[in-house]
């Protein structure tokens, strides 16, 4: 089945196999994933099943995100995705239905993707690891910030791709 679960990652660790060789895990905490909606050919031009994962107070939501949930018959939940399957993978799947990890057999690999966490503006300092510049000498108020960004004369000008202070996290 080439459905796309919904997991929170707990963490990293490390497993020994009977070679005895360590191997690097990613521990996900694999909670039920709810069907909340599912697309046909007939009524949508493709078929899919909408995934709810994780649970929030229901005061966070507007109305209208009240009424897809109550639609399904769910609990609202944190988080929505939408996974494209084969009409013969989504013949079982019905709303309100859950699809547990059991469907993972044991050392059956996966692919994983997750967006990691947003840290907002940062400086060059904690975004590229720039070494702090010395506090005597004649710096005055710029320890940590960059150097010379461009050359005077050739190519006179930013060369793209310089490493400067900006959005930090929150990537794929």
Not at 67 to 88: T, W, Y
Not at 114 to 141: A, D, L, P
Not at 146 to 172: C, D, L, Q, W, Y
């Amino acid at each position: 089945m080439s459905i796309e679960l919904l997991c929170r990652k707990v963490g990293m660790t490390q497993i020994f196999d009977d070679a005895g060789e360590c191997v690097p895990v990613t521990v996900l905490a694999a909670e039920p994933n709810v069907v909340v909606q599912k697309k046909t050919d007939e009524t949508d031009g493709y078929t899919a099943v909408q995934l709810g994962f994780g649970d929030r107070r229901r005061s966070l939501f507007n109305k209208a995100e009240l009424g897809h949930f109550e639609k399904a018959g769910v609990a609202p939940r944190r988080h929505l995705a939408e996974s494209r399957l084969s009409p013969e993978e989504a013949e079982g799947l019905e709303p309100g239905g859950e699809i547990k990890c059991d469907i993972f057999e044991a050392g059956q690999k996966i692919d994983v993707i997750g967006t990691s966490k947003g840290r907002g503006t940062q400086g060059v300092v904690k975004r590229h690891n720039f070494r702090v510049k010395r506090k005597t000498h004649g710096t005055h108020e710029n320890t940590r910030h960059t150097g010379s960004i461009g050359a005077g004369a050739f190519p006179g000008g930013v060369v793209k791709g310089m490493r400067m202070a900006g959005r930090m996290g929150n990537e794929h």
